[in-house]
């Protein structure tokens, strides 16, 4: 917006300056709840990485246990260095890596429940019927349409 100055008068130049104010203080509340948001999921994040972290220890001990302590064949098995599981197992104690076992066998008694094929399923696999064609008036070349 390109006005001579000396047109403006005193009251209109304070409104001017009180709306770019009024857009300043806009863009800091946005730019501060950008910050609060960000690092809201900064820190669940974290948490997240924390959790699963752990699980990875767990799962980790619970397969050495179950190997007999054979961490050359549960490393050749996940294609990772035996010392590298050693090192995440170590933290872990017995009575967790028991937990982790007890759970472990809990899911493998679980009967699996089976469900039912819906009627969708069962349209998949039968025949799929073969395609019509139907002929359309004023189309060129005959005017034939594959129907569904």
């Keep these: 917006m390109t006005t001579s100055t000396a047109k403006v008068s005193a009251a209109e130049l304070r409104r001017r300056v009180r709306e770019v104010e009024a857009l ?3 863009t800091r509340e946005l730019a501060a709840g950008n910050v609060l948001a960000a690092r809201e999921a900064a ?7 924390e959790e699963a972290d752990v699980a990875a220890r767990e799962a980790v001990a619970a397969a050495l246990r179950l190997f007999g302590n054979d961490a050359e064949l549960v490393a050749e098995l996940l294609g990772v260095p035996a010392e590298e599981l050693e090192r995440e197992a170590k933290p872990v104690t017995a009575a967790r890596a028991k937990e982790v076992i007890e759970s472990l066998r809990a899911r493998a008694e679980r009967p699996r429940t089976r469900r039912p094929r819906t ?4 349209a998949t696999r039968s025949a799929a019927p073969a395609a019509t ?6 189309e060129p070349g005959g005017g034939q349409v594959d129907a569904p």
């Design 24 to 26: 300043q203080a806009k």
């Design 43 to 49: 820190v669940k994040a974290a948490l997240a990485k």
């Design 119 to 122: 009627a969708r399923a069962a």
């Design 133 to 138: 064609v139907q002929h359309v008036a004023g």
